[in-house]
Nanobody
Framework: QVQLVESGGGLVQAGDSLRLSCAAS????????MGWFRQAPGKEREFLAL????????YYADHVKGRFTISRDNAQNTAHLQMNSLRPDDTAVYYC???????????????WGQGTQVTVSS
């Protein structure tokens, strides 16, 4: 079965950087768009970034553009989210997701990881 496993979360201070990883198995990785989302307490899950199967095309939510960078390593079946200049309002559970289509909507993604907690202290 398909598994997406996130790692790399943790507790950091404002201004620090983190690199999240998402290891995928059970799917044809290069055929799937990989997306990153996050969900803060009491808020809806929100789109952050996506990358197409080839890695050529990326797309970002406006509020993370310039601070977050999505990438993928198709040889390792892994996607990454590099997060720089972290702020307290970046505190959330971060999820990776996979789908055959290029979407920013939560309900359009077929596969999801379990999430990794990122906490940014001021």
């Amino acid at each position: 079965q398909v598994q997406l496993v996130e790692s790399g979360g943790g507790l950091v201070q404002a201004g620090d950087s983190l690199r999240l990883s998402c290891a995928a198995s059970g799917l044809t990785f290069t055929r799937h768009v990989m997306g990153w989302f996050r969900q803060a307490p009491g808020k809806e899950r929100e789109f952050l970034a996506l990358i197409t199967g080839s890695g050529i095309t990326t797309y970002y939510a406006d509020h993370v553009k310039g601070r977050f960078t999505i990438s993928r390593d198709n040889a390792q079946n892994t996607a990454h989210l590099q997060m720089n200049s972290l702020r307290p309002d970046d505190t959330a559970v971060y999820y990776c997701a996979a789908d055959l289509g290029m979407n920013t909507k939560v309900d359009r993604y077929e596969y999801w990881g379990q999430g990794t907690q990122v906490t940014v202290s001021s």
